[in-house]
């Protein structure tokens, strides 16, 4: 698949979006077709830490995993270029989100409450911040209403669907075909 690209990012493109909205999916179809490597966050903070995230959670509280989160990051945006995709919560906290601004591109992969719910009653992956509620939906529906206005500031918006990922991976990488376009016009035209 990489062989599609017409284009490598010139940084890491992040991906950002609540639970259940496709990143780590997608990010691994877009890091192929971009011909980059693919890094879940998520999976980088648990090796780290040596623990899950609902332990880090439970342990230690919601404050020192975001701590521990931007820190990862940080290091993973030192590296190579690659396709990276954060926990739900990642792009709330301002250093971080900042640290994702001025080092990569940031998409936002934007999804339906139907949407989340539905793919999030098929997961089996521990949700620290849903679980604790009790009504999925209930609880998705106030983490939308909270954390939509935040992941506007995302430099693009791809919505996803329920249908299937790589159309999606279609539109995020033309969405950032233009938005490299844009914001370097003079290297569109030799490409």
Do not use: C
């Not at 780590?24 to 995230?53: C, M």
């Not at 993973?76 to 954060?86: N, Q, R, S």
Request: net charge negative; aromatic share 6%.
């Amino acid at each position: 698949m990489a062989s599609e690209s017409f284009f490598a990012p010139p940084r890491t493109v992040v991906l950002v979006g609540m639970m259940g909205a496709g990143k780590t999916s997608i990010g691994r179809r877009l890091a192929a077709r971009l011909g980059v490597p693919f890094v879940d966050a998520d999976a980088e903070i648990e090796q780290a830490a040596g623990s899950s995230i609902a332990d880090i959670f439970e342990r230690h509280g919601e404050e020192a995993f975001r701590d521990g989160e931007r820190r990862v990051i940080a290091r993973l945006l030192d590296g190579p270029v690659h396709v990276m995709a954060t926990g739900g919560g990642a792009f709330l906290d301002e250093g971080t989100r900042e640290l994702i601004r001025s080092r990569a591109i940031s998409v936002w992969l934007r999804a339906s409450l139907d949407t989340l719910a539905a793919r999030l009653e098929k997961s089996r992956t521990p949700r620290p911040l849903l679980d604790k509620e009790g009504d999925l939906r209930t609880a998705l529906a106030r983490l939308i209403d909270e954390r939509y206005p935040v992941y506007q500031k995302a430099q693009i918006t791809v919505e996803t669907g329920d249908g299937p990922h790589d159309p999606v991976v279609d539109s995020v990488y033309d969405a950032l075909q233009v938005f490299l376009e844009e914001e370097n016009p003079r290297n569109s035209a030799r490409q």
